[in-house]
């Protein structure tokens, strides 16, 4: 049974900033973590991943303004997201790879195993 649970989305206004936050198990030490998100009619996209190693990967519509981090002593993924929009908008899911290709970047990962998604939104 996976167990990545996600929490911390909420409503927030247009500038503001949300800590979402995956209770990772024994997924903590994936070769990728990753978050991501999918807006009503859109397909899910890869917005945030970290390596093992903590290596960390971006979209480019999130860089500069979120960061993903791991606590290995907490088994805890998070992603903070500050400077929200409503293009942010959406389910945000935990992703732990399941096969992982070395080549491509851990948010771009693809077989994974999901969370159940942690509702996100931002009015302007």
């Known amino acids: 049974q996976v167990q990545l649970v996600e929490s911390g989305g909420g409503s927030v206004q247009a500038g503001g900033s949300l800590r979402l936050s995956c209770a990772a198990s024994?997924?903590?030490?994936?070769?990728?973590l990753a978050w991501f998100r999918q807006a009503p009619g859109k397909e899910r996209e890869g917005v945030a991943g970290?390596?093992?190693?903590?290596?960390?990967s971006y979209a480019d519509s999130v860089k500069g303004r979120f960061t993903i981090s791991k606590d290995y002593a907490k088994n805890t993924l998070y992603l903070q997201m500050n400077s929200l929009q409503p293009e942010d908008t959406a389910l945000y899911y935990c992703a732990a790879v399941k096969i992982y290709r070395p080549d491509v970047p851990c948010y771009l990962q693809r077989d994974n195993y999901w969370g159940q998604g942690t509702q996100v939104t931002v009015s302007s």
């Open positions: 970290i390596s093992s190693v903590g290596r960390t």
């Open positions: 024994r997924y903590i030490g994936s070769p990728c």
